[in-house]
């Protein structure tokens, strides 16, 4: 009788945590990026720097924050999983008053449960704003796009992380004064960390795939059947304003038609050419392309 053997099946590998100086120097080049629009937000100068990439639970870093903490959650495509932008109340709420054209200052304290409507909009304009550079500085390894998914106030509304699971954290400090500093965190998830890596040390190209000739048929096919609009324009005439306010039914505008009026494909200018008739109806012949794509 043979031997039944016992298979393990191969467990999904930790993260290259050993080999994080590639990320590090992008870390490292986003927080002078950091420091320079943050001031030009704030109209105020501040010191950024990178910390050390750290890898982690989730549950721990769950554990670690604020009970009330600006978190929103995106995702960087074409990469796997989802990152989290920490962003510290006090930060918010000193800033908020030099978004909206007062003096910038320190946090003045309150009790809440919850982002007022101006602080929601600053951070949603810091959303944007950093997440679109962190993408400019991966943009050295291949294109990226940010993609908001939503904002929570606390971690306890983050769902589809195991209080087990590995967590890359990359965090800054902005500094404005010896008493004012602030922290600036992106929590990727284990997907999200282990793509970013394979990202930027060049391990994330796609195989090339053979062409489907069935596929390219059935595309060349669909493409015949789309129509787009064109339109041409015979004359711009001009009036000044109290002509037109003058203007009643009935009332006569002289047109003179263009010597070459364009060719419209859509919103786009396509061609030039002259009128002209052909079987009775009135024509446009083309006698110049427009060079470049028509966009």
Not at 125 to 153: V, W
């Amino acid at each position: 009788m043979a031997k039944v053997t016992k298979h393990v099946f191969a467990e999904k590998s930790a993260h290259l945590q050993t080999d994080t100086a590639p990320l590090q120097r992008v870390s490292d080049r986003y927080a002078a990026g950091l420091e320079n629009a943050i001031g030009q937000l704030a109209g105020q100068s501040f010191v950024v720097a990178s910390e050390k990439i750290r890898f982690m639970d989730f549950g721990k870093w769950a554990n670690s924050l604020e009970s009330f903490s600006s978190l929103s959650v995106f995702r960087i495509l074409p990469l796997r999983g989802s990152i989290i932008l920490r962003l510290d109340e006090a930060m918010i709420n000193s800033l908020i008053n030099v978004y909206f054209g007062g003096a910038f200052g320190p946090a003045v304290v309150r009790n809440k449960d919850g982002f007022r409507d101006s602080e929601l909009q600053l951070i949603e304009r810091l959303g944007q704003l950093l997440t679109e550079l962190i993408c400019d500085y991966f943009s050295d390894y291949g294109s990226m796009k940010p993609a908001l998914q939503r904002h929570e106030t606390s971690v306890s509304y983050i769902t589809g992380h195991d209080p087990k699971e590995q967590v890359m954290s990359q965090s800054f400090r902005i500094t404005a004064s010896e008493d004012m500093s602030w922290p600036v965190e992106l929590l990727y998830s284990a997907d999200a960390a282990e793509s970013v890596m394979e990202f930027v040390q060049n391990k994330s190209a796609e195989t090339p795939v053979a062409s489907d000739p069935e596929w390219q048929q059935q595309w060349f096919n669909n493409l015949q059947q789309i129509h787009l609009p064109l339109r041409t324009i015979l004359a711009q005439p001009t009036m000044r304003l109290p002509e037109l306010f003058e203007m009643k039914p009935g009332d006569i505008i002289p047109i003179t038609p263009g010597v070459k009026p364009p060719l419209f494909v859509a919103n786009h200018k396509f061609a030039t050419g002259t009128l002209g008739e052909k079987n009775g109806c009135a024509a446009f012949k083309i006698e110049h392309m427009e060079q470049g794509d028509v966009r």
